[in-house]
């Protein structure tokens, strides 16, 4: 089955720390640009990063920018988002993406997404 598969989120508290696993099945992670988005309550999904494949650059949106690293294990065919110093506005759910190309921190032409995980920053 063809699919990307999220886990990791949960309720943290300010400049806390996260870790999302977005595992890939069916088909090579590497053989894809990567991405990851985020959908607050009541706002439209938005792009947080986009790493190339086979060791390309990374962008990232300058509201994650020093505090989100995107990461890959290839021999897992997994990749990973490091979040630190999380912020209440960092609420949503994140989705993590398998795509053609990246432009900037956006990823397009995406093949597959995952169903998303919630993170909640709160006290």
């Known amino acids: 089955q063809l699919q990307l598969v999220e886990s990791g989120g949960g309720l943290v508290q300010p400049g806390g720390s996260l870790r999302l696993s977005c595992a890939a099945s069916?088909?090579?992670?590497?053989?894809?640009?990567i991405g990851w988005f985020r959908q607050a309550p009541g706002k439209e999904r938005e792009g947080v990063l986009c790493?190339?494949?086979?060791?390309?650059?990374?962008s990232y949106a300058d509201s994650v920018k020093g505090r989100f690293t995107v990461s890959r294990d290839n021999a897992k065919n997994t990749m990973y988002l490091q979040m630190n110093g999380l912020k209440p506005e960092d609420t949503a759910v994140y989705y993590c993406?398998?795509?053609?190309?990246?432009?900037?921190?956006?990823?397009?032409?995406?093949?597959?997404w995952g169903k998303g995980t919630l993170v909640t920053v709160s006290s």
């Open positions: 993406a398998a795509g053609a190309y990246c432009s900037d921190y956006e990823t397009y032409g995406v093949a597959y």
């Open positions: 790493k190339g494949s086979s060791g390309g650059t990374t």
């Open positions: 069916g088909f090579t992670l590497d053989d894809y640009d």
